[in-house]
């Protein structure tokens, strides 16, 4: 395959009207799981109930064996020992997928069929990055800071390993971690084992897993995953938006009890406390509001403390249930000025597609 028919095939295929979801489709759903909305519940997410997108296969690595190769004007090699000896800390984070809403976009990206569960806040523990790329040196000219996976694999007819660049200032950033422990325990093999990347506030195709090498460059990185993949594109051909930090975005536990097939909530009228939780990677989230008529009127809801700075906040609204049929919905904003949208704006990778969650809701 040509560049040219490269760059042109470098965007998800555009689902035709009324077309269902395919088999493909339905297999990336069966390796990468969402978030139980029931989950929302906990302040920082069992790892098993934690969102994944897996892009090839799952290394397996031997431990004892690892070592993570770091490229600046010196190279350093460490082992997971070497690693865990430097300072040690712990944060709670929130992830989100990029792509988490494509599945509800029109017309439909052909992808990973998210619809709005692709998140998840670990407690992340391991030692700071910036420390560790001042060590190797950070040339005059360094501009970039490429991180390199050991997950391999093909995409639109590139074959690479999985890696992603940050500019050196974003990587001096105190909170930016090499972790090799989730929840207190090491890290799971789905997870990134033994090493991965944490970078507060950005989109999960940051947080680089199965790390082997850090690589310091002069120029602006032109891997696939940064010039190509995760950009704001209308056609195949555009060059695009790079999708960075996450935009505002609440999630609410669904109250009662599902329909198996539909998930339609059923409850009893009355008094009905809805929960759950709001996010930014912009700036801390300052006011969310919840709809019980499907959007055309919100109520302001009350704001539980933050988790952390970078993780996500609980709130909670009273609804006083009475017997039909509703749309439960909930937007949120942040305080740098970000308001998540009703319905997001399309674009042709299916990115950061905000629109609100829409829960139906019979009350009996």
């Known amino acids: ?91 709670p984070v929130t992830f989100e997928c990029a792509g988490n809403g494509r599945a509800r976009m029109a017309p439909r990206p052909v992808s990973q069929p998210w619809l709005d569960e692709a998140v998840g806040t670990g407690e992340w523990t391991g030692t700071p990055l910036a420390p560790l790329l001042r060590e190797a040196g950070i040339p005059e000219s360094g501009r970039e800071v490429v991180f390199t996976g050991l997950d391999h694999g093909m995409e639109f007819g590139w074959e690479m390993d999985y890696a992603r660049a940050l500019p050196v200032e974003e990587c001096l950033r105190e909170e930016v971690l090499l972790a090799y422990e989730m929840n207190g325990s090491p890290l799971l093999p789905q997870h990134g084992a033994p090493l991965r990347l944490v970078v507060p506030g950005w989109y999960g195709m940051t947080q680089v897993k199965w790390l082997r090498e850090i690589r310091v460059v002069d120029h602006v990185f032109d891997g696939f995953h940064n010039a190509h993949a995760y950009r704001l594109k209308q056609e195949a051909t555009d060059v695009g938006e790079p999708v960075t930090r996450i935009a ?44 019980a008529d499907g959007g055309s009127t919100w109520s302001p809801a009350e704001l539980d403390p933050p988790v952390g700075r970078w993780a996500w906040r609980g709130w909670r609204w009273t609804w006083d249930a009475e017997p039909g049929t509703y749309e439960l919905c909930v937007r949120a904003a942040d305080a740098a000025g970000n308001e998540q949208p009703v319905d997001a704006a399309w674009n042709r990778q299916g990115m950061s597609g905000t629109s609100v969650q829409r829960v139906p809701v019979v009350v009996r």
């Open 1 to 91: 395959m040509t560049s040219l028919e490269q760059l042109q095939s470098s965007s998800p295929r555009i689902a035709a009207e009324s077309e269902g979801i395919g088999i493909d489709e339905l297999r990336l759903a069966g390796r990468n799981h969402a978030l139980p909305l029931e989950a929302l519940r906990y302040d920082v997410t069992p790892a098993g109930l934690h969102y994944l997108l897996i892009h090839y296969d799952i290394p397996y690595v031997e431990q004892e064996s690892f070592r993570l190769r770091v490229e600046g004007s010196t190279s350093l090699e460490l082992d997971l020992a070497d690693l865990r000896a430097r300072p040690r800390v712990t944060l």
């Open 248 to 291: 505002p975005r609440a999630l609410m536990v669904p109250p009662g009890f599902p329909d198996f097939m539909s998930r339609t909530r059923v409850v009893d009228r009355g008094p009905q406390v809805l929960t759950g939780r709001a996010w930014s990677g912009w700036g801390p989230v300052e006011r969310v509001e919840v709809s």
